[in-house]
Each structure stands twice: as C-alpha cells, then as structure tokens.
Nanobody, 121 residues
Framework: QVQLVESGGGLVQPGGSLRLSCAAS????????MYWYRQAPGKQRDVVAI???????NYAASVKGRFTISRDNAKNTVTLQMHSLKPEDTAVYYC???????????????WGQGTQVTVSS
C-alpha cells in the first residue's frame, strides 16, 4: 500500500517560515514528478510548486522567491520550505505524485491527506 504522508503544517505569524515534508511509504522503485498543491477555504486547489525526477522545479508566481521545493529520491520524500509567509498563504497543503512505480504496479494521481498551514498574528 503506497501512501503520501505530509507533515510540518501549523500556525505561524506573518513573515515567518515553515517546512513541509511529504514521505511516500511502501516499496517504491521510483516517483516521477512531485507537486505541492494548496486549497484555501472556498477556493479551488492550485499548484504551488513542482519538481521533476531530475530535479527541475517550477513555482506559482505567488510563491516564487519565497518557497523552495526539493526532493530526496533515495528516501522518496519531497519538501517545501516556505519563507516570508503571508496570511494569503493560509490553506491546506497537499502533496501529489503523478506516477509512482512499485515492483508490481504503476500508480497514478496519488494524493496525500493534506496538512493545514495558517498564517496569522
């Protein structure tokens, strides 16, 4: 059973920092692109950052320069380092993998359960 499990969310003051982590559990051969999405109350889920298996990254304009995505392919983890947080960054943050290869199957569109990030004074 392959799962994506996020951690690291919480309450932070404006201007503060948080580090989100996502770990893929199970016997995994490889993971292609990994993403962080977020969804604020009453809004659609939007992509925040993406990192390919080769380490290429891309960011939403709203977080560029403040957030950094990274991954450890050996540990099947992806991290989102967030700095200079703003109240509008408040959302549930989700980890997503488009393709996960195990020994027996290809899993597509795999989501984590989400972690809440609240930016407030």
């Amino acid at each position: 059973q392959v799962q994506l499990v996020e951690s690291g969310g919480g309450l932070v003051q404006p201007g503060g920092s948080l580090r989100l982590s996502c770990a893929a559990s199970g016997i995994i051969l490889s993971i292609e692109s990994m993403y962080w999405y977020r969804q604020a109350p009453g809004k659609q889920r939007d992509v925040v950052a993406i990192i390919t298996s080769g380490g290429h990254t891309n960011y939403a304009a709203s977080v560029k320069g403040r957030f950094t995505i990274s991954r450890d392919n050996a540990k099947n983890t992806v991290t989102l380092q967030m700095h200079s947080l703003k109240p509008e960054d408040t959302a549930v943050y989700y980890c997503y993998a488009d393709r996960i290869y195990t020994r027996s199957q290809l899993l597509t569109d795999v989501w984590g359960q989400g972690t809440q990030v609240t930016v407030s004074s």
